[in-house]
């Protein structure tokens, strides 16, 4: 049986949107490749890298907290 540590929840899409920044935009100017914004707009990523993240915090302005949210597991009455 896996235990449940939470989960991480990216919220670049929501982030995107906010900034008014298009997925290619910001693949222009965090100098990344569009696939992986898309990913990371999908939350279809299973290892976070470092300096992506300093990246696209630096790009978007915007603090770890606004860009990355984690959810406690559910605690389960046994």
């Known amino acids: 049986m896996e ?9 670049l ?3 995107l949107k906010k900034k ?3 997925k290619n935009k ?14 990371f707009c999908k ?3 299973t290892r976070l890298d470092v300096y ?4 696209l915090c630096t790009v978007l ?7 990355l ?5 559910e605690k389960s009455n046994k």
């Open 3 to 11: 235990e449940n540590y939470g989960h991480l929840e990216i919220r």
């Open 20 to 22: 008014g920044l298009s």
């Open 26 to 39: 910001l693949s222009y100017k965090a100098e990344m490749n569009w696939k992986q914004i898309d990913n």
């Open 52 to 55: 992506v993240l300093c990246k």
């Open 61 to 67: 302005e915007c603090k770890i907290e606004d860009l």
């Open 69 to 73: 949210v984690f959810y406690p597991p």
């Open 13 to 15: 899409n929501e982030l």
């Open 43 to 45: 939350n279809n990523i």
